[in-house]
């Protein structure tokens, strides 16, 4: 039995945190959406999440500050989407310097919504396997 995988969606237009939750939810996956930076960095400390989705505006701090104060705390943060309606390549390059898989311009659809997910996800567990193969298991001493 496989588990679900959890989403984390950090976006202030309630309209839009619905319908990515929505979205998610209607394809297998547990989302839990926020309108604050500050409520989406408590929520992550609180639960494990595979994929962050996060506006690049928000109220509270931009997403890339999400990320800057994420990296600071735990380097093995999930895979993050950064959304925007003002995608530049310098906004492109900045995300993918903080650890962002992909930055998604406003207005997407549904199935680029999910393609990116599932990307993020399968990347992420293509690096936890690479990972794996590098440290071998402790062996006793005999």
Do not use: C, W
């Amino acid at each position: 039995m496989s588990r679900t995988h959890q989403v984390l969606i950090i976006d202030d237009e309630p309209s839009v945190a619905d319908a990515l939750r929505l979205i998610l939810e209607e394809n297998g996956y547990q989302a839990v959406a926020v309108a604050t930076a500050r409520a989406g960095i408590e929520e992550y400390r609180r639960r494990h999440f595979d994929v962050m989705i996060i506006d690049h505006r928000l109220p509270d701090m931009s997403g890339l500050d999400v990320l800057r104060k994420l990296q600071k705390e735990d380097t093995a943060f999930p895979t993050v989407i950064l959304i925007t309606a003002y995608k530049t390549p310098q906004l492109v390059s900045e995300a993918a310097a903080l650890g962002a898989a992909e930055v998604l311009p406003k207005p997407f659809s549904p199935s680029t919504l999910l393609s990116a997910v599932v990307a993020a996800i399968s990347s992420r567990a293509s690096l936890n396997s690479s990972e794996a193969q590098k440290d071998p298991p402790l062996q006793s001493p005999t």
